[in-house]
């Protein structure tokens, strides 16, 4: 019985081994985006009252000098005014150099600080899956930062300057 228990107990660290996975990491990463596109409705309840979808593109930077093209699009339930309800929620994707892809959900909420006239930003989300070094990519995310401009006539603008940080796992 004991040969038994040692075999079993040996395949299933082989097993283990011949799927590594690195849990507990830690990524951290800066977006730099423009709103390229934006879509508003409004609302029936409201003249203030917007409903839309919107295209982030920018760049991802990362410490030690990584760097990601950035997508990001989404739908987004705002009151225009600085103490209305701010929401959206969107898809992310990462593209490097090398090829390696990272998508993410992501949704969150914009505020004003007081005496601020651009809107901060913060959320959470969660990684949805990855190609390359990022393949099996899963765990979650937060996110906050906020506007360096706002809109422009052709609701284009809009350039934002936002923090990560992500707990993931990497199972290849």
């Known amino acids: 019985m004991s040969r038994l228990v040692s075999l079993a107990l040996t395949l299933g660290l082989l097993f283990c081994l011949a799927a590594p996975s690195l849990a507990g990491q830690k990524l951290v990463w800066q977006e730099v985006s423009h709103l390229t596109v934006v879509h508003k409705l409004s609302a029936p309840d409201g003249e203030k009252h917007l409903l839309g979808v919107y295209r982030h593109e920018g760049v991802c930077l990362f410490p030690g000098g990584d760097k990601a093209a950035y997508e990001n699009v989404g739908e987004f339930d705002v009151y225009e005014s600085e103490d209305g309800t701010r929401t959206h929620q969107g898809y992310g994707k990462m593209v490097f150099a090398d090829g390696s892809t990272i ?40 996110f906050s930062g906020g506007y360096v401009s706002g809109l422009k006539k052709d609701d284009t603008g809009g350039d934002a300057v936002l923090d990560y940080i992500a707990d993931y796992t990497l199972t290849k």
């Open 103 to 142: 998508i993410f959900q992501a949704s969150g909420e914009e505020y004003f600080v007081q005496g601020q006239k651009l809107p901060k930003v913060k959320g959470g989300g969660k990684f949805l899956g990855g190609t390359g070094r990022f393949k099996g990519i899963s765990g979650a995310l937060s």
